[in-house]
């Protein structure tokens, strides 16, 4: 699977403005990569970029494996999980069910899904709607998929906001294991990540 | 093929879930059915002419209602980014999530046609030809009102643009399901409407799960 | 940015196109109705035949202008062409006039003939389907705020239309069959005699033309409208 991100002479653009321009970076194994930059300066553009959703402007965005460049579609299908400012969870059903769905769809199966409950101790809103849970338990809830269906890019788009001091740390640990096994991280922050990662700014002026 | 049963599942469940889509849709086209009466005139004669044509329309307008959110819901809260990085292309999505509309809210409306058909006064005769054009026809409403559903995405007033959007595209089955009903009950073949309704249906199978992938596409860009 | 080279080249090419076709459209026009008040009334309608001048043309140019919307919108869908996207948006309200035109003089001219205003006919009621697919056209256009998605997400509506369009066609020719009315008159019958023929198609091509000069004015005033839109939004960046 996915062993490195290359980003070479990447621009983006919406609509009429150009967010950045000729911005060239790579992830690999083992790494985290934090974007910093001030609001609108494309750092969530540029996650959507990654996943595919974006089409750049000009530049290229390839994903290696261990044996050479992959299929960006087999790469983005199989390899990435994009968590951005919504948690994708539907109100009216409970965290357990959305859970699942999140899971086996990304690829998860039942042990990974128990294990993910585990580390992110989410037994106790299993049985709730969603709608009933707090911004915070609904994060959460949305994380557990980064460990019920193991991929190796993470792409978080700022994981930490709604978390406290505790789950912020809790998270940290889980985004070290993840590393550890061979994992990369890309995350856009504006507070610092709990582990220690590489900064890149993202654009200049507009 | 076992994420996309997965997929269809959860649409079923949320078809399915608080608000009872099907239930309503159905209200929706006992409404319609209950205030015909009163626009036209009691008079059984005229309501018997026009009995089979109307529960037609009405349940192309009730299959429209509940397909405004198909895309809308999973859209809005960013469970869409989610999909799109599954292990199945859009089209494939897209295809799912119609059958499942098709299931959970066709399926009950064309069991409600030739009740409220033979409410207005059509034969009884009538019932099983009903049932199976409103039960073929559901299906290209589902897969048309669906391309609707993914074109409407991020506009504004998403509701009463994909009926406009998308009620000039139902002109033909339509047409061909109440005609094959009419012939029936004239005696004549209704052959070649229902084969017409179903080459419809198939074609917006066929075809349709393109145009979603494509305007769901241009919607999470 | 908008690739600016093809429009710009497209602007450089057709500077003085809109005044010529508009002459060119205008005499021809002038022609056609000259010749359609000199035309022998018909034996069976008497007059009220030269309405027909008006109405056929317009409801020819209204599947005209769709196709050029539809094939517009093909290469603005599948080559992301930013000038073809503006072409498919600038075809959009004209094909409804022309509709519009369609319908108006239909229903004007089935008043005298038919005694009625609207005859459920297939040909009309396959051109107000028609016409209500250039209004939600229209409608999805103007309720996306982003200009990019909701070119694509238009274009993508003109495809399926240009699918459907035959088959809406079809099936009303079919549903008219069904209700086969023997009021309903048909034109001309097996022959057309020249007098009325030549005022037809020097009409119809007049109304071409037309529709050529006002697709290129309304093309340009995109282009340039988006230019104006870029530099307003790079002078907000810079301030």
């Known amino acids: ?206 | 093929m076992r994420s996309l049963g997965v997929l269809y599942r959860r649409e079923l469940g949320m078809a399915w879930g608080r608000g009872g889509g099907p239930l309503l849709a159905c209200a929706f086209f006992a409404c319609i059915a209950a205030l015909l009466p009163l626009a036209i005139g009691p008079s059984p004669e005229r309501l018997a002419a026009v009995a089979s044509g109307s529960a037609w329309l009405a349940l192309a307008l009730s299959s429209l209602l509940s397909l405004e959110r198909l895309f809308e819901r999973d859209f809005e809260d960013g469970a869409l980014d989610l999909i799109a990085l599954g292990p199945a292309s859009l089209e494939t999505v897209s295809a799912v999530k119609c059958l499942a509309q098709w299931t959970a809210n066709g399926l009950p409306l064309s069991i409600m046609a030739p009740v409220v058909a033979t409410a207005l006064g059509a034969p009884l005769s009538l019932a099983v030809i009903t049932f199976a054009t409103a039960l073929i026809g559901g299906l290209g409403f589902a897969f048309v009102g669906g391309t609707g559903a993914a074109l409407a995405l991020g506009a504004r007033r998403g509701g009463v643009l994909v009926a406009v959007v998308v009620l000039p595209l139902l002109a033909p089955p339509v047409i061909f399901g109440a005609g094959a009903i009419e012939a029936y009950a004239a005696g004549m073949g209704w052959q070649a409407g229902f084969a017409f309704l179903a080459a419809y249906c198939l074609a917006a199978m066929g075809l349709s799960p393109f145009a979603m992938a494509a305007a769901v596409r241009n919607a999470l860009s | 940015m908008f690739g600016l080279a093809n429009p710009q080249r497209f602007m450089d090419a057709t500077r003085r196109l809109p005044a010529v076709l508009g002459v060119v459209a205008g005499l021809l026009l002038a022609a056609g109705v000259w010749l359609s008040f000199t035309a022998p009334p018909d034996y069976q309608q008497g007059e009220t035949v030269r309405i027909m001048f008006i109405h056929v043309p317009a409801a020819w140019m209204s599947l005209f202008v769709y196709v050029c919307l539809g094939g517009s919108a093909f290469f603005g869908v599948v080559f992301r062409h930013a000038l073809a996207d503006a072409a498919a948006r600038a075809a959009a309200p004209l094909g409804a006039g022309f509709t519009a035109l369609a319908l108006a003089t239909g229903s004007l001219w089935g008043r005298p003939m038919w005694g009625t205003w609207w005859v459920n006919d297939a040909r009309l009621v396959s051109v107000l389907i028609l016409f209500l697919f250039y209004l939600g056209y229209m409608a999805l256009q103007a309720s996306i705020d982003d200009e990019q998605k909701a070119a694509r997400a238009s274009g993508v509506l003109a495809l399926v239309g240009l699918v459907n369009v035959p088959i809406v066609h079809f099936s009303v020719n079919w549903w008219n069959s069904l209700h086969q009315d023997a009021s309903v008159f048909r034109i001309g019958g097996p022959t057309i005699s020249w007098p009325i023929l030549a005022p037809l198609l020097v009409m119809a091509l007049g109304y071409t033309v037309l529709f050529l000069a006002l697709w290129i004015v309304r093309i340009r005033t995109e282009v340039t409208r988006r230019r104006a839109l870029s530099l307003a939004l790079k002078a907000a960046g810079a301030a």
């Open chain 1, 1 to 206: 699977m996915i062993t490195r991100l290359t980003i070479e002479n990447l621009s983006l653009s919406r609509g009429e403005r150009v967010l950045f321009d000729a911005l060239s970076f790579a992830v690999s194994a083992g790494e985290a990569v934090a974007l910093t930059g001030r609001n609108g300066a494309g750092k969530t553009s540029l996650l959507r970029a990654v996943a595919g959703f974006i089409r750049p402007a000009a530049g290229r965005i390839a994903f290696e494996g261990a044996a050479g460049e992959l299929e960006p579609e087999d790469a983005r299908a199989a390899g990435l999980h994009l968590l951005g400012h919504q948690d994708g969870l539907k109100p009216g059903r409970t965290a357990g069910e959305e859970l699942r769905f999140q899971a086996l769809w990304a690829g998860g199966d039942e042990a990974s899904i128990a294990e993910a409950v585990k580390a992110l101790q989410l037994e106790p809103l299993l049985g709730l709607e969603v709608r009933k849970l707090s911004a915070g338990q609904r994060r959460r809830t949305a994380l557990a998929r980064l460990i019920a269906a193991p991929r190796p890019l993470w792409l978080l788009d700022e994981p930490l906001a709604p978390l406290d001091a505790d789950r912020r740390a809790g998270l940290g640990l889980l985004m070290e294991r993840h590393l550890a096994d061979g994992g990369l991280i890309l995350a856009a922050v504006h507070d610092l990540l709990p582990i220690p990662a590489r900064a890149i700014e993202i654009g200049g002026g507009a």
